[in-house]
């Protein structure tokens, strides 16, 4: 299964919100476990951007300026840095479809993809790609069971 770094926080506030049996609450734990691995990992990733980006102070932190009333870090190559934040947004994270997560995806998927609650914008277009993902789970599990 794979998810982008985008999608990760999303995923895992929306995980909270199922209400599940303590098997189903175990499997949620695991899951959100990993995707908070994959949270850290890319938060490490972003802050080595804004190094690499930001202009620094005299102690060589990033800078932080004010711009619009807005806390923000003092970037001059605004483009190089949006590139390159962009690609990280966007760049996957996988969950290995091991014997050991087997369970943990049937059961936060099958819980995924029967949850009826309606998504716009941004939330809509995660809530409608990670739907894929598990379908795709649940597609490769079908033809396992039927070799």
Not at 109 to 115: D, F, V
Not at 126 to 136: G, K, N, R, S, V
Request: hydrophobic share 35%; charged share 35%; glycine share 4%.
């Amino acid at each position: 299964m794979k998810i982008q770094n985008q999608q990760l926080e999303w995923l895992v506030k929306f995980c909270l919100k199922f209400e599940m049996n303590a098997k189903g609450s175990r499997q949620r734990s695991k899951f959100i476990k990993i995707l908070q691995e994959k949270i850290e990992e890319y938060r490490k990733h972003r802050q080595e951007l804004i190094e690499l980006y930001a202009s620094k102070d005299e102690n060589r932190n990033p800078l932080i300026i004010l711009d619009n009333g807005e806390r923000c870090y003092d970037v001059k190559d605004k483009n190089g840095y949006m590139k390159e934040f962009i690609e990280l947004q966007l760049e996957y994270n996988y969950i290995n479809e091991t014997e050991e997560n087997i369970e943990m995806l049937k059961v936060v998927g099958e819980t995924y993809l029967n949850h009826e609650d309606m998504f716009l914008g941004i939330e809509g277009d995660f809530y409608h790609y990670i739907c894929i993902e598990f379908e795709e789970f649940f597609d490769k599990q079908v033809k396992e069971i039927s070799k």
